[in-house]
């Protein structure tokens, strides 16, 4: 069975400042895929990010990067230069093959300014 | 490029009422996902559609729940006798398939309370 756990329930991060989002994930699968979402008060899922568990290198999209550790199982994201627009839930998610989407039980950032 | 929308964004029921959800995905999409968020959680998985035809349902969708994608482009997500226990954000994706990340995008929601 598929699984990602996030340990943060919160995290706090001053204006301009980066922070990690903590994700490790458990699959038996060799083949998967890893996503971030960001869901504002609005409850809209923004999709971030995405990672392949054979891709070399670590996925970036602007501000927003992937520390992906394939052999520790996590996938961290990392955001560098806090906005207070990244005020938000980030959930973690996995897929393999066809299966559905999992999503851990999220991070809620506040950023400070 | 219009995202995907779902209506209504928010609905208040009474428990025994029957509700219906409707999800419009991104045009030329043909994958289409339900999900429910309760409070504190992330989305799980209620079922999905290729085109059609529902090729997926997870054990959360009790026989109060039926979900259709008639023509292959809007669905629908019909709860029978509502119970408070079905209180919950209901999310709808959507994916273009057949690329490597196939990823989905998620319309804003449909906050369903059930008195």
């Known amino acids: 069975a598929q699984k990602i756990t996030q340990t943060q329930p919160g995290m706090f991060v001053q204006e301009k400042e980066a922070v990690t989002l903590d994700c490790t994930y458990d699959t038996s699968d060799p083949s998967y895929g890893l996503f971030w979402y960001k869901q504002p008060s609005s409850g809209e899922m923004i999709f971030l990010i995405y990672q392949g568990s054979y891709d070399q290198q670590n996925a970036t999209e602007g501000r927003y990067s992937l520390n992906f550790q394939k052999a520790r199982k996590s996938a961290n994201l990392v955001i560098s230069a806090s906005q207070l627009g990244d005020s938000a839930m980030y959930f973690c998610?996995?897929?393999?093959?066809?299966?559905?989407?999992?999503f851990g039980k999220g991070t809620r950032l506040s950023v400070i300014a | 490029d219009t995202g995907v929308s779902q209506d209504p964004r928010h609905k208040i029921t009474k428990r025994g009422q029957n509700v219906t959800f409707r999800c419009d995905p991104i045009s030329e999409h043909n994958r289409l996902y339900w999900y429910r968020q309760t409070l504190g959680q992330g989305p799980e998985f209620l079922t999905y559609f290729q085109n059609e035809a529902q090729l997926e349902k997870s054990r959360l969708l009790s026989d109060r729940f039926s979900a259709e994608r008639p023509k292959g482009s809007f669905s629908t997500l019909e709860i029978q006798r509502t119970e408070q226990g079905d209180s919950a954000m209901y999310l709808c994706?959507?994916?273009?398939?057949?690329?490597?990340?196939?990823?989905?995008?998620f319309g804003p929601g449909t906050r369903l309370t059930v008195l």
């Open positions: 994706a959507s994916s273009a398939g057949g690329t490597r990340t196939d990823t989905q995008y």
């Open positions: 998610a996995m897929r393999s093959g066809n299966t559905p989407l999992v």
